[in-house]
């Protein structure tokens, strides 16, 4: 695993959250049951704070693939049972808008709405 560590602190622009930049890294897969390594499996990103979201391709068709934008949000245990209860989307859109200001995926791939959110 290539790890570069810093200590930037990203903020985004419509929410104004902090996030502190612990490491972002091309990562691979270590299978536990017969120790395989799987390389260049996504680009992680991880804060101080727990969060974290990772991007990954997907798809083995000979035309296109599917971009996977999976995130993780960090609420400390104070953080109240308000926060905990809110809608999904709410709770992780600092983290997500990041995610997309951070890699440009509109300019990228022309679109800013995803085709599929689980």
């Known amino acids: 695993v290539s790890t570069q560590s810093t200590e930037a602190v990203v903020s985004t ?7 502190v930049l612990d490491y972002a890294d091309d990562f691979s897969y270590n299978d536990p ?31 296109g693939a599917t971009i996977r934008l999976y995130a993780e949000k960090y609420l400390a ?23 997309l200001q951070l890699s440009k995926i509109k300019e990228f791939i022309g ?3 995803p085709t599929v959110i689980t």
């Open 13 to 19: 622009q419509s929410t104004g959250s902090d996030f």
């Open 33 to 63: 049951v017969d120790s395989s390594v799987t390389t260049g499996q996504g680009l992680r990103f991880g804060f101080t704070d727990g969060s974290r979201f990772v991007f990954r391709l997907s798809g083995t068709g000979s035309v």
């Open 77 to 99: 245990p104070d953080g109240g049972e308000e926060a905990l209860r809110q809608d999904t989307s709410v709770g992780l859109s600092s983290l997500l808008h990041l995610a």
């Open 111 to 113: 679109t800013d709405q």
